[in-house]
C-alpha cells in the first residue's frame, strides 16, 4: 500500500492524519450482485443495475463537544433490523480499511440508503463490505493510496470469497480467483443482448446454511461437466447469448441446496422447461435468469406469475458495469 509508506516518509502520525480528515465527506454507490451464475460456483460474478448508496462524512468534533463518535442512519431495507453500532458492517469494512492503512479511525456519520434485498442471493453483505472498503479509500484520498488487488483483498478478508465483492468493486462480469499473494479477478464486458432478470421471493436463505449443504468432494465427472460449462457461460454472456442456456447447467452445488428451498428449485425447472437458462442467484433463494433478450425476460416474468404459489417480485435489470463508484461532496 504506496500511500501509508508515503504518510509515513512524510512524518505525519496517525493522529495527525486522522485530524486532517475532518469535514470529508464522500458519496458512495454500490451495485447489487448475483453469484456462481449456474456452473461457477464461488468463481463468476455479475453486478446488477440496483444500488445501495451511502454518505460517510467525518464530523468536526471540536464543533459540537459531547457528540457520539459513530452516529448511523439506515433508511429503506434493513431499517429497524441492522445494528446502528460498530458492528454494522460497513462501519466494520470501514475500520478494517483505516487499520490496514495504520490510520485511527475518526469520528463518523453513515447514513445508508438500501435497497438490495437482504438475504436473498443478491449480494447484499458484499455490497456493505465494497462500501465500506471504497468508503474509507475515498476519505483517504491523497493520504493513502490504494490498488484495485488491494481493495480486493480487504474485501475478501471480510466477505470469505471473491465472488461477489469482485462484480461489486469493479462492474460487470468477473471471475475471481485466489492466488498465494491473495484473491485476483478479470472484468469482462457482457454482451448488450443479456437482459438479466432477478425474481425475488418474499422469504430468506442464510448464506451460511446453504454452504453446510455442500459436499466435501464431487464426482469426477461432475467437475468435468462444470469446467465446460462454466468455460461456455464466459463466451455466452461476453460474445454468444444464443449459449446461455446450455451454459448455465451446473451439477457442483444447486441440486444439494434444492431442499433448503423447495419453491426456488420448482420455479428454476419450471422456467427451464420452457427453454429459460434460470439459476439460483447466489445462495438463494432469489431466482436468475439470464435471458437473450427483453422479450424472453418477459415471457419468463409471465410463466412464474402462472406458476408461482407464493409472491414473487420481478425485478428486470441491466448489468452494471462501472461497480462501486465513491466522490467527494
Do not use: C
Request: zero cysteines; charged letters at 20%.
Amino acid at each position: 500500500m504506496t500511500g501509508a509508506a508515503a504518510v509515513a516518509g512524510a512524518g505525519a502520525s496517525g493522529a495527525d492524519v486522522a485530524t486532517s480528515l475532518t469535514g470529508r465527506r464522500v458519496l458512495v454507490k454500490v451495485p447489487a450482485t448475483s453469484a456462481n451464475l449456474g456452473p461457477g460456483f464461488d468463481t463468476l460474478g455479475l453486478a446488477l443495475a440496483r444500488y445501495d448508496e451511502l454518505e460517510v462524512s467525518v464530523p468536526d468534533a471540536s464543533a459540537a463537544p459531547g457528540a457520539p463518535a459513530l452516529e448511523v442512519e439506515v433508511h429503506g431495507v434493513g431499517e429497524g433490523e441492522v445494528p446502528l453500532d460498530e458492528s454494522h458492517l460497513v462501519v466494520r469494512a470501514i475500520a478494517h480499511t483505516f487499520a490496514r492503512a495504520g490510520v485511527p479511525m475518526p469520528a463518523l456519520k453513515l447514513v445508508a440508503h438500501n435497497v438490495i434485498p437482504h438475504g436473498r442471493g443478491l449480494g447484499s453483505s458484499g455490497a456493505a463490505i465494497v462500501a465500506g472498503v471504497v468508503a474509507a479509500k475515498g476519505l483517504l484520498e491523497g493520504i493513502v493510496d490504494f490498488s484495485a488487488d488491494e481493495l480486493l483483498d480487504l474485501a475478501t478478508e471480510l466477505e470469505g470469497h471473491p465472488d461477489n465483492v469482485a462484480p461489486a468493486l469493479f462492474g460487470g462480469l468477473t471471475i475471481a480467483w485466489v492466488t498465494p499473494e491473495g484473491p485476483r479477478h478479470k472484468k469482462l464486458m457482457v454482451h448488450r443482448g443479456v437482459s438479466p432478470l432477478v425474481l425475488v421471493p418474499e422469504h430468506e436463505m442464510s448464506t451460511a446454511l446453504a454452504r453446510s449443504l455442500q459436499p466435501e468432494s464431487v464426482p469426477h465427472e461432475d467437475a468435468v461437466f462444470n469446467v465446460s460449462r462454466s468455460a461456455l457461460l464466459v463466451a455466452a454472456l461476453i460474445q454468444s447469448p444464443e449459449l446461455l442456456f446450455q451454459a448455465t447447467e451446473d451439477k457442483l452445488h444447486q441440486h444439494y441446496r434444492a431442499a433448503a428451498m423447495p419453491e426456488t428449485d420448482r420455479l428454476i425447472r419450471v422456467l427451464r422447461e420452457a427453454g429459460h437458462p434460470a439459476v439460483v442467484s447466489g445462495a438463494g433463494p432469489s431466482i436468475l435468469v439470464l435471458a437473450s433478450d427483453p422479450s424472453e425476460r418477459a415471457a419468463a416474468i409471465a410463466l412464474v406469475e402462472a406458476s408461482a404459489d407464493t409472491a414473487w417480485q420481478a425485478l428486470p435489470l441491466a448489468v452494471d458495469f462501472k461497480g462501486a463508484t465513491v466522490q467527494s461532496a
